[in-house]
T-cell receptor, first 113, second 109 residues
């Protein structure tokens, strides 16, 4: 089973709202990732968690706040977003942080109004 | 030089054609290489890992050339369902995956 699940599938939020994206995997993977993808561009890495600790933050604005409650779950808390933050947000996981293929969830399509 | 550079698309090919994509990487210490397929408005799906000895899965063949620092993906007997964006991805040492920009393939009846 190489399934990563994400909720919600779609999200529309105003610039003053607070919302959260959720990601779950049950493959026993110890590395989890958040990516942002704009149309016709490759996925752009935002955060990496390795063994439930944040190991990489790619200079992401603080209006995006990741959280890893346990080895299977990854959240992305959103607050005071801008319209340019509208994108597909992808979660991925891999066995460990380096050297292994990543498996992606279906993504959350976020629209900020 | 960008870390991972990929053939610009789009590639428009007839059904049954053979098509090849190349992807070059700049970090000679890179150890892991992959091809992903991404359909419109969907997530990237792992198509193949690329091994030093090359690997084949049905109509798909992936090769690695360490000397010239590139990986390739060959699709034989193209099907309409192969139409997608193909992303190469490289792990350049002890860092996360780096994606190429992707190449769009359209297989035409």
């Amino acid at each position: 089973d190489t399934e990563v699940t994400q909720t919600p599938k779609h999200l529309v939020m105003g610039m003053t709202n607070k919302k959260s994206l959720k990601c779950e995997q049950h493959m026993g993977h110890r590395a989890m990732y958040w990516y942002k993808q704009k149309a016709k561009k490759p996925p752009e890495l935002m955060f990496v968690y390795s063994y439930e600790k944040l190991s990489i933050n790619e200079s992401v604005p603080s209006r995006f706040s990741p959280e890893c409650p346990n080895s299977s779950l990854l959240n992305l808390h959103l607050h005071a977003l801008q319209p340019e933050d509208s994108a597909l947000y992808l979660c991925a996981s891999s066995q460990v942080r380096s050297g292994y293929e990543q498996y992606f969830g279906p993504g959350t399509r976020l629209t900020v109004t | 030089r960008k870390e991972v550079e990929q053939d610009p698309g789009p590639f428009n090919v007839p059904e049954g054609a053979t098509v090849a994509f190349n992807c070059t990487y700049s970090n000679s210490a890179s150890q892991s290489f992959f091809w992903y397929r991404q359909d419109c408005r969907k997530e990237p799906k792992l198509l193949m890992s690329v091994y030093s000895s090359g690997n084949e899965d049905g109509r798909f063949t992936a090769q690695l050339n360490r000397a010239s620092q590139y990986i390739s993906l060959l699709i034989r007997d193209s099907k309409l369902s192969d139409s997608a964006t193909y992303l190469c991805a490289v792990i350049p040492g002890n860092t996360p995956l780096v994606f190429g920009k992707g190449t769009r393939l359209s297989v035409i009846a």
